[in-house]
């Protein structure tokens, strides 16, 4: 059974950074490339960063250069280093993973970033 736990949210000032986690289980996790969304209220999920298996990774434009997407296959565990947070980055965030066609997604994780 797979199963993602996101943690790390919270409330932060503009500026400010977080990291988040996405802890895996139920898949060898090394073989799979993992992702991070975010919805915020009233909009649409939208894809934050991607790492590949190899450990690649992609970022949306919104967040280049802010962001950085990790993952130690040791621990089974994604990250998402969040710097330069801006209000606008206030957002459930989620992590997920597609094995064999289906899409796996955590439980969420808030982020809030307000003064």
């Known amino acids: 059974q797979v199963q993602l736990v996101e943690s790390g949210g919270g409330l932060v000032q503009p500026g400010g950074s977080l990291r988040l986690s996405c802890a895996a289980s139920g898949i060898i996790f090394s073989n799979y490339a993992m992702a991070w969304f975010r919805q915020a209220p009233g909009k649409q999920r939208e894809l934050v960063a991607v790492t590949s298996s190899g450990g690649n990774t992609n970022y949306a434009n919104y967040v280049k250069g802010r962001f950085t997407i990790s993952r130690d296959n040791a621990k089974n565990t994604v990250y998402l280093q969040m710097n330069s947070l801006k209000p606008e980055d206030t957002a459930v965030y989620f992590c997920?993973?597609?094995?064999?066609?289906?899409?796996?997604w955590g439980q969420g994780t808030q982020v809030t970033v307000s003064s």
């Open positions: 997920k993973v597609d094995v064999r066609g289906r899409a796996y």
